[in-house]
């Protein structure tokens, strides 16, 4: 069974930057694909970014193209969310997500339940 283990949240002042970690643990970890989606109060789950297991291919939520990137560290099963440019509405809780497969499921709000495995999420705050 893969367990992830989210880090890196905290308070940053609007237009600065914040690097989350996701890594996985498990015997099949390193064959997951593995994302981020993030969650403001009051507000719904949102797609951010993903993954492949061999960090070849990656997609983007269109609210964080140009300002995050997300890569993979295959080594450590570890995945990294660089954050540039933040506003206030990049606040709130971000989970990271593994699953076997880069399938649709990732990109469906109403498949997000059926990722193989969830975080406990870690919070970025922005202050403006």
């Known amino acids: 069974q893969v367990q992830l283990v989210e880090s890196g949240g905290g308070l940053v002042q609007a237009g600065g930057s914040l690097r989350l970690s996701c890594t996985a643990s498990?015997?099949?970890?390193?064959?997951?694909?593995m994302g981020w989606f993030r969650q403001a109060p009051g507000k719904e789950r949102e797609f951010v970014a993903l993954?492949?297991?061999?960090?070849?291919?990656?997609y983007y939520g269109d609210a964080v193209k140009g300002r995050f990137t997300i890569s993979r560290d295959t080594a450590k099963n570890t995945i990294y969310l660089q954050m540039n440019s933040l506003t206030t509405e990049d606040a709130g809780v971000y989970y990271c997500?593994?699953?076997?497969?880069?399938?649709?499921?990732?990109?469906?709000?109403?498949?997000?339940?059926?990722?193989?495995?969830w975080g406990q999420g870690t919070l970025v705050t922005v202050s403006s």
């Open positions: 997500a593994a699953d076997q497969n880069m399938r649709s499921s990732w990109f469906a709000a109403s498949a997000w339940s059926s990722l193989e495995v």
């Open positions: 498990g015997p099949t970890a390193s064959t997951y694909a």
């Open positions: 993954i492949s297991w061999s960090g070849g291919t990656t």
